[in-house]
């Protein structure tokens, strides 16, 4: 077991690879550092950015590396990273979750289109810099939907999801009370999901 | 499955406009909602619409990286992973592992096919069971008892107290005692004669 975080744990492609093939040889537990060095910008930026909920994020990772060792030997190396293959296999979890537990269904809508935008085989980036890229785009997606809202909407949704300010210094930033705050927030998140739903029922563009 | 909120969500007043008491109320307890999330402590029962909500706060606070894997937890997931898919014998090192996994997935495709022929095998044996017991010209003589006293002692097999009462006059109809107790005599002398025959035993 490691004992600094996965992510500090430098993996080569070559490594990955001797890795993966004494894994489909039947020796399951190399799996390990693969799984230890993908597991958080799986939940990170694959995962939860897509459920919106920790337990399940955290439920959906663990099934994602569990089918991963189980089905190890139908992958095929192609001479890049392991980890689109496990996004792959996330993402899918992710929209099982959606179809079994019937969510939001503005929230599974989205999900939808962004899987299909972003499934594009053509990528072969390396796994940090397809992370990265992920992440970006999500933060994007997230701040257009915040320009659409009004400014106060915005700020209350700054205020107290991104930068965590507890609803006291929210209530003083904007100079209303804590329970007229509340309400401000309680709309602002209603708007922000109106808008992102929106978002994703225009036309999809480039995916197929 | 569209919720509450899915319905309302596109009447959303201005930042101005008053809030009703009902709104009032929905927000405090989104907000208190959000507290113990950000605290790390969702509760894990909510209404639809308030979950509906918490998981699009949730989505922001990710895609600004606030909401990160702790290390420990990491561990954990990958643990859990891995001991779902693998097992390590007591004996065997650590990178010689035994994949339940694969045997899970042999067991799996096999599966059908063990339920088909158990079935096949019961219901084999179930016929050859019938077949075996399907009754000869004389097993009716066997299973019935009252066919086969032309085999066995009369006193055996069950007969009719005619002989014993004979018809039954008017006046004597009251006697019933008087003729259980011949028919009772006959019989205890019958279940006698057969228990003697067999030297006591039963």
């Not at chain 1, 006291?168 to 329970?179: F, K, N, P, S």
């Not at chain 2, 339940?100 to 067991?107: F, N, P, V, W």
Request: net charge neutral; charged share 30%; with cysteine.
């Amino acid at each position: 077991m490691a004992s600094e975080p996965a992510t500090t744990v430098p993996l080569e492609l070559e490594q990955e690879q001797r890795l993966i093939e004494e894994a489909q040889q039947g020796h399951l537990d190399a799996m390990r550092p693969i799984l230890e060095r993908y597991a958080a910008p799986l939940y990170g930026t694959v995962i939860l950015p897509r459920l919106g909920d920790a337990a399940s994020a955290e439920e959906v990772l663990r099934d994602t590396l569990a089918t991963a060792v189980e089905k190890i030997r139908r992958f095929t190396w192609q001479g890049k990273s392991i980890y689109p293959w496990l996004r792959q296999i996330a993402i899918n979890k992710v929209y099982d979750l959606h179809r079994q537990s019937k969510r939001s269904r503005r929230l599974a809508d989205a999900m939808v289109h962004e899987i299909a935008v972003e499934s594009d085989p053509a990528s072969h980036a390396d796994a940090q810099l397809i992370a990265d890229q992920e992440r970006r785009a999500h933060r994007d997606r997230i701040d257009v939907t915040l320009q659409q809202l009004q400014a106060r909407y915005r700020s209350a949704i700054e205020l107290r999801l991104i930068q965590e300010l507890s609803r006291e210094d929210c209530a003083r930033r904007l100079g209303v009370t804590i329970g007229t705050f509340d309400v401000l927030l309680f709309r602002a998140v209603r708007a922000f999901r109106k808008h992102f739903g929106e978002r994703a029922e225009l036309p999809r563009t480039g995916d197929t | 499955m569209a919720t509450q909120d899915d319905d309302n969500v596109a009447r959303i007043p201005d930042p101005d406009v008053e809030p009703t008491a009902s709104e009032l109320a929905h927000a405090r307890r989104f907000a208190e909602l959000v507290d113990k999330t950000l605290s790390g402590r969702t509760p894990p029962a909510m209404s639809a619409d308030d979950r509906a909500l918490l998981e699009v706060a949730t989505v922001i606070r990710a895609a600004h990286g606030s909401l990160e894997l702790a290390p420990s937890q990491q561990r954990a997931v990958v643990e859990d992973a891995l001991r779902q898919a693998i097992s390590t014998p007591a004996s065997a090192g650590r990178g010689q592992v035994t994949s339940i996994a694969e045997g899970r997935s042999r067991l799996r495709r096999r599966a059908p096919w063990i339920v088909a022929g158990t079935s096949t095998l019961v219901a084999a044996a179930a016929i050859a069971l019938l077949w075996l017991r399907v009754p000869g010209p004389g097993d009716a003589a066997r299973g019935n008892p009252v066919a086969r006293g032309a085999e066995v002692p009369q006193e055996w097999i069950s007969r009719s107290a005619d002989a014993l009462v004979g018809p039954i006059a008017r006046d004597h109809a009251g006697d019933a005692g008087a003729r259980i107790d011949a028919i009772f005599a006959d019989r205890l002398d019958g279940f006698r004669t057969r228990r003697l025959a067999r030297g006591g035993k039963r």
